[in-house]
């Protein structure tokens, strides 16, 4: 055996026994660039899923519900963060990763590209949006990889309490006027189906599934998880008094699972080609963003480097001129 | 509940609510994502004290949402759109160094605001400290920085003598506030390598107006767009 075989088998039983990986440990080069790939995503995720809710908080219809929405925005960005630190682990840079987003080299989740149309809008985000990815993320925190499951913990705690909100709006919503209860309905209405398509294709299409659950990157099949989330969904829309938009969907004795309806794929492949309602807008708006902010991040760059304290001393009293 | 206390409130409460929500314009247009953080950060703060105060004077909601731009108490200078970033640093600082001051001497006295000032003191405190680094970075960064640092000190000067105007209910001796604030704001721009404007800090139309509830344009459009859900759903609850 060689060191390189040494290395890999090595990697192997650390994973097989349920270790974590760390940054400093040896790792295949397919394990690394499938993180980065994934993790970044995950960051741009919550960098760009800013844009559909803070859509809402210049109106929301209260200041209690204004606050809460605030409050979830600025975790979001915090979330973005945590994920992009994560990924630096691997040996990538945040402006190397957000470059890849602005120039579309990397995704981000295909439900940001729908646009929220009503205050409604913000509570079926939270339940289904945020309940979908809790799902999806929970087994995330058992990650073989250390740095992301441990972000991945701190994230899961806030999306929960995220999604609670979310299921509280709609139930104001829903036991509220018609007017308010026709808005909850619409929402989930709109909001269904492409929550399920969160989950990612069917098992039998998903290309990097076997390897993702052979490294412990994922633990779920993308239908295990989509399941598991429609058998959550089920009896909490009854709760609230909607119902969701799938004539198909009933209980399976014999499966002890809920049957639902065809996902149209075709949409979905749409919208991760960049054909969705608002994919232009979302990338244009980040874009517009680091733009017209770069002239800050230079001023921010050139006093720092200016009043760069040297190893061990003293801030100089003196600065020196500012250079054109 | 008497009078000037909640003339009182309303004043420093739509301070607050205005700020916020221009400060929340800025969600996913920041510059760079720590300052995502930290504006919605500031903004959440603001709306908190803002519905303290608001409470103190009636029901936060319907002072909020169905009071007409003549109705609000707020300075003119909080309500200034949110232009660049550099604006928005800039108005920032004028604010929250006011703001700051007041705060800490209501904190220290014995008047119906010194338990939420002794609270929101610190968070102001802050916010200050955010807009002072912000200051000292664009003023004393590039060239482009700098320019747009001293452009946007020049526009807002203007709306800066309204915060020392007195208000009934409002018990601090405004001319050692306006004293300190100016020491304070200068100190700030001269390390910041920016020149103290030297334009009035009060025009005819801004003096004392956002107080009476005489506004700026910009001000009508923003009401319109924070009251309009809650006013399509009269006697709704959310």
Redesign the interface.
């Known amino acids: 055996m060689d060191a390189a075989e040494r290395y890999e088998a090595a990697f192997d039983e650390a994973v097989a026994a349920d270790e974590r990986i760390e940054p400093r440990d040896w790792m295949p080069d397919a394990y690394r660039s499938t993180l980065i790939r994934q993790m970044a995503q995950h960051a741009h995720s919550e960098?760009i899923g800013?844009?559909p809710e803070?859509n809402w908080?210049?109106?929301?219809?209260?200041?209690?519900?204004?606050?809460i929405l605030?409050?979830k925005?600025?975790d979001e960005?915090?979330h973005?963060?945590y994920l992009?630190s994560a990924t630096e682990t691997l040996g990538a840079s945040r402006d190397e990763l957000l470059d890849k987003l602005h120039s579309g080299r990397q995704r981000y989740s295909s439900i940001f590209n729908y646009p929220t149309l009503t205050?409604a809008d913000v509570g079926a985000i939270g339940w289904l949006v945020d309940g979908a990815a809790i799902t999806n993320q929970v087994p995330l925190c058992r990650c073989s990889y250390g740095p992301y499951a441990r972000a991945m913990v701190r994230i899961c705690k806030e999306e929960s309490f995220h999604q609670r909100q979310g299921y509280e709006?709609l139930l104001?919503?829903s036991r509220?006027?018609p007017?308010?209860h026709a808005m909850a309905q619409d929402a989930v209405d709109r909001w269904w189906w492409p929550s399920l398509m969160m989950f990612g294709p069917p098992d039998e299409e998903s290309a990097h599934s076997a390897r993702s659950m052979l490294w412990k990157i994922k633990r779920h099949s993308n239908d295990e998880l989509r399941q598991r989330f429609v058998d959550i969904c089920v009896p909490q829309a009854e709760a609230l008094g909607l119902t969701l938009p799938d004539p198909e969907l009933r209980w399976n004795e014999q499966r002890g699972h809920h049957d639902f309806g065809p996902i149209d794929w075709s949409e979905f492949q749409r919208v991760l080609k960049g054909e969705g309602p608002c994919n232009e807008q979302r990338l244009g708006?980040r874009r517009?963003?680091?733009e017209?902010?770069?002239?800050?991040?230079?001023?921010?760059a050139?006093?720092?480097a200016?009043?760069r304290t040297p190893r061990g001393g003293s801030r100089p009293e003196q600065?020196e001129e500012?250079t054109? | 509940m008497t009078d000037s206390v909640r003339t009182a409130a309303l004043a420093l409460g739509d301070d607050a609510?205005v700020l916020s929500?221009r400060l929340?314009?800025w969600?996913?247009?920041?510059?760079?994502?720590?300052?995502?953080?930290a504006l919605?950060?500031i903004?959440?703060d603001l709306?908190?004290q803002?519905?303290v105060l608001?409470s103190l004077a009636g029901d936060?909601?319907e002072l909020?949402?169905l009071r007409e731009e003549r109705e609000f108490r707020n300075l003119q200078l909080v309500e200034q759109p949110n232009g660049?970033?550099a604006h928005t640093i800039t108005r920032q600082l004028f604010f929250s160094v006011h703001q700051h001051l007041l705060y800490e001497r209501l904190a220290a006295g014995d008047g119906p605001f010194a338990p939420l000032a002794a609270k929101a003191v610190n968070e102001v405190a802050y916010h200050r400290d955010h807009a002072e680094q912000w200051t000292?970075?664009?003023g004393?960064?590039?060239?482009?920085?700098?320019e747009?640092m001293r452009r946007a000190c020049e526009a807002l000067w203007r709306f800066t003598a309204e915060p020392f105007r007195p208000v009934e209910g409002v018990d601090v001796d405004g001319e050692a506030l306006e004293a300190a604030w100016l020491e304070a704001v200068t100190e700030v721009l001269e390390r910041a390598?920016l020149t103290v404007p030297t334009g009035p800090r009060s025009l005819s139309w801004a003096a004392g107006a956002g107080r009476q509830g005489i506004h700026t344009e910009p001000f009508g459009r923003m009401l319109a767009?924070?009251q309009?859900?809650?006013r399509s759903?009269p006697?709704?609850?959310?």
């Open positions: 960098i800013m844009q803070a908080i210049t109106r929301a219809p209260s200041l209690r519900r204004k606050a605030m409050a925005v600025q960005a915090g973005g963060l992009y205050w709006l104001a919503l509220g006027t007017a308010q708006q517009r963003a680091h017209e902010g770069a002239w800050v991040r230079e001023a921010a050139a006093h720092a200016r009043h600065r500012r054109a | 609510l929500q929340g314009e969600a996913g247009h920041a510059p760079v994502l720590e300052e995502e953080v919605a950060n903004a959440l709306l908190g803002a519905r608001l936060e909601d909020a949402y660049d970033f000292l970075r664009l004393d960064g590039t060239p482009e920085s700098h747009r390598t767009e924070m309009h859900l809650h759903h006697g709704a609850s959310w």
